[in-house]
Structures are given as C-alpha cells and as structure tokens.
C-alpha cells in the first residue's frame, strides 16, 4: 500500500500533467477530423465532388473500423501489449493519414505528381484527388479509432479511484477545442494562405505533433509501470480470450450503452460535418462566417464537458444524465429542421447534450467492465460507433443530393442554395433512438446494481 502511496499518479500535479499531455493527442485527432467540414464548398468547386461523394469522404474514416473491426482489434491488441506499443503503432498510422490526404488535395498530385496517373485509372467519375483523400482518411481512421481506445485506457490507468469522470471530461474537452478550432480557423487559413489546401496540410502537421508528444508519454508509462510493478503486459491469466467479447455480448448494460453510442455519435459527428454547409445554405452565412457559427458547438463542450464529468464524480446521475443529454440533441435536431430559429441559440443547447452524453458514457463503463478488459471493451464500443459514422455521413449526402435534384456544382458555385430539412431529420431520428436506449440503461441499472446513478467513489458490483 506504502508502494500505491508513493506512485507517480498519486501525484495530482504529475497525473493532471500527464492527462494535458495525452490529450493533445485526441485534441490533434479531432481538428484533423473536422478540418475538412468547413472546406466542403471549397472541395466540391476543385475537385467537381457532390454531396454524395463528400459523405464517402467522410465516411472512408470508418470503413476499417467497421468492415475490418480494427477497433475492436486494437482493442485486443491495447490489452495484450500494452499502451505503449499499441499507441506507438496507431497513433503513428493516424499520421501517416493525416499526410496522405494532405498529398491527395496538393497542387503538386493536381498538376499530375506521384500516383496521379494510376488514381486517375480507376473509378474514373471521381477526381483522383477525392480518391487519394479518401485512401488517407482510411488509414487515419485506421490509427485514429485504436489510439482513441489507447487515450481512453490511459485516463483509466492513471485516474481510476480518482477524479476519473472529471479526468474523462477534461479529456473530451480538450479534444472538442481541437474541433472547434477545426472549425473556427480552416476557412481562414484556406482563404489568407497561398492555396486552401494549406489548411489540410496544417491540419496533418498537428497529427505530426501528436505524435511526438504520445512518444513523450511513454516515458512516463515506463516509470509508473515500474512503480506499481505491472510490466507492459498483462499476466498471463487475464489475457484475452473470445469469452471476453462473449460476456461483453451479453451483458445488457454494455449492450444499452453501446446502442447509445452508435446512436449519440450517428445523431452528432456526421450532422458535425455538414454542419457549416448547412448554415451556409439554409441561413445566407458565408463560408468563413459558417465555420465560425458551426465552432460554437464545440467551444461549449470544451467547457461543459468537464463540468458535467465533476458533476458525475461527486453526485453520480450518469444514467439520468445521458437522457437528458439525448432528449436535448432530438429537440435541437427538430428545430433545425422544421425552423428558422436563431441557430446560435440550438448550436449552445446542442453543445450542452454533445458534453452531458460522453461525461456520463464513457466513465460508466468503466463502471461495468474490469479495468484488464477496458481496451477490448472500448474497442468493441468504437467499431459498432463506425457503423454509423461511415453510414450516415454517405446516407445524409445521398439524401441531400437527391432532396435537390438538379443542382450542380456550377450552380452552386454561382450561389444556389441546398435544402437540408430531409438531411437534418434523419439525425433528430437517432437523436430519439439514443434517448430509447439511454432508458433501457437506467432501467437496467436498477438490477444490475453497476451503480452508473452513484459518485465516481461509490462501491460498485463486479
């Protein structure tokens, strides 16, 4: 006990650092991830692209985590090798993506450089450029999903019995401000640098930068895994086995709050990535005045998600709280899609719901499965979450293409507006979804006695 005592996460100052230093990774991770929304325009004008295929775009980060399970993969692996070899390896191929699709809209692949011929070969009613950023988003959504798991068993390790709920919620945080500054600065640096595709070149430096401060981390892994005698793998006896995804299968409460996930995120990061298009069109705003309206989002959950993770931590309520959070997404949703309503005012309420949610969520699991499992557990959670985000970002540009028959790229570049009223109703319905399983949780919980209502502190069954 003596050992536990004198650990380095015993120290408030060095685990609070070290939570600010594995941050910036998933920080990173979400500003590459939505740097692009406020240069769909932009991309449909120099890469003549439709809303269909900006969603295939968008939905190519899911694909192997979804039809390859690399999630729930690296999951598995996070669990069997450690934090440090598996976030070396993702966090890593998260950056190798980030620059392939930096490359794929350069001047340089434009004007014919490498591979431009052989991605102009194939598929040929898609610009090469949209391809070559579609085989980048693949492999950052290859290292992105695992080193999400990665970020997320690192605050278990060094917060669990702790501030864990306040822990995940500063974690989310930070990583909403790197979308909102996604948001709030890619049109402006498209539009001040000497080309647009400058800011997605920015965008994969900070990926850059991730990487070398995950690496930074693993410095201190190595003196915490010494202090507490744990050695980068796991004993022998609590490797995995296939009957850990059986029991996971299993176990309702896992099962709610994965359904509220694949449904919270299907309501939330593809309506994310259409959003500044949309207040482009249904509202009038400019391009730059989108992204800077579409950031508000973001900048509330920079601040409400830690809010609400202390809130966890000392009053509980996370089941009750992830009502809440999904009956506020639905409402918002309706209301940007059957009215003109002050679209600032909806994008605070739906901050709110985006911070209420994931405070709550992702510390109740740890709640529901054993600490040895949590890699496998999150895994498995992010690759049914790609179920929807790949299809949803292409089912919502199918639907806004065809709810606008007739309108081509020329006319858009000309000023025509798109209607969006069908697009945004299909997230109000995952909206409503999310709030039928977060009651199924609640219910659940009153028998399996997880304690998901109780403070972070509060003795829980196992």
């Avoid at 949209?130 to 990665?150: D, N, P, Q, W, Y």
């Avoid at 025509?416 to 069908?422: D, F």
Wanted: proline fraction near 3%; hydrophobic fraction near 55%.
């Amino acid at each position: 006990m003596e050992q536990l005592k004198q650990s380095l996460k015993d120290s408030p100052r060095v685990r609070w650092s070290i939570l600010l230093l594995i941050a910036s990774v998933q920080a990173a991770n979400y500003y590459f991830y939505d740097a692009l929304s406020p240069l769909k325009r932009l991309m449909e004008e120099s890469f003549n692209i439709t809303s269909s295929s900006y969603g295939l775009l968008i939905a190519a980060y899911s694909i192997p985590n979804t039809f390859l399970l690399m999630a729930v993969l690296g999951g598995v692996i996070l669990d069997k090798l450690g934090i440090r070899r598996t976030g070396f390896l993702f966090v890593g191929m998260m950056a190798i993506g980030g620059l392939i699709t930096a490359y794929g809209a350069s001047e340089y692949f434009s004007n014919g450089g490498f591979a431009y011929g052989f991605f102009n070969s194939f598929l040929t009613n898609y610009s090469p450029e949209l391809k070559m950023m579609i085989l980048g988003r693949f492999f950052f959504g290859l290292g992105a999903e695992t080193s999400i798991v990665v970020v997320s068993k690192v605050i278990v390790k060094w917060f669990k019995g702790k501030e864990l709920a306040l822990a995940f919620g500063m974690k989310i945080g930070l990583a909403r401000a790197g979308s909102a500054l996604a948001i709030f600065f890619s049109a402006d640096i498209a539009e001040s640098a000497s080309h647009w595709t400058i800011a997605i070149w920015f965008a994969a430096m900070l990926l850059l930068i991730a990487f070398l401060a995950f690496i930074v981390y693993t410095i201190f892994d190595v003196k915490i895994d010494k202090q507490l005698n744990e050695g980068s793998f796991i004993k022998k006896d609590e490797g995995f086995s296939f009957a850990d995804l059986k029991k996971l299968a299993t176990n309702k409460s896992f099962i709610y709050v994965t359904l509220l996930c694949l449904t919270f995120y299907s309501a939330v990061f593809p309506f994310q990535a259409f959003s500044p298009d949309f207040l482009l069109n249904k509202f009038g705003m400019t391009m730059i005045q989108s992204g800077k309206i579409a950031s508000i989002l973001y900048w509330v959950t920079m601040f409400a998600t830690p809010l609400f993770g202390f809130i966890v931590d000392k009053y509980g309520k996370s089941a009750t709280l992830m009502i809440f959070g999904a009956v506020i997404i639905t409402v918002v949703h309706l209301l940007f899609a059957l009215t003109n309503f002050n679209p600032i005012i909806l994008l605070v309420l739906l901050g709110i719901a985006i911070a209420l949610v994931p405070a709550a969520m992702w510390p109740s699991v740890a709640k529901i499965v054993p600490e040895h499992r949590i890699g496998t557990a999150y895994g498995a959670m992010f690759s049914i979450q790609n179920l929807g985000l790949f299809a949803v970002p292409i089912l919502a540009g199918i639907i806004l293409d065809s709810s606008n028959p007739g309108i081509t790229s020329e006319m858009i570049q000309e000023g025509a507006r798109l209607h969006y009223t069908p697009t945004i109703l299909i997230f109000a319905g995952f909206g409503l979804l999310g709030l039928i399983f977060a009651f199924l949780l609640k219910r659940e919980d009153k028998t399996s006695t997880y304690g998901l209502e109780l403070p972070s502190n509060a003795k829980v069954k196992k």
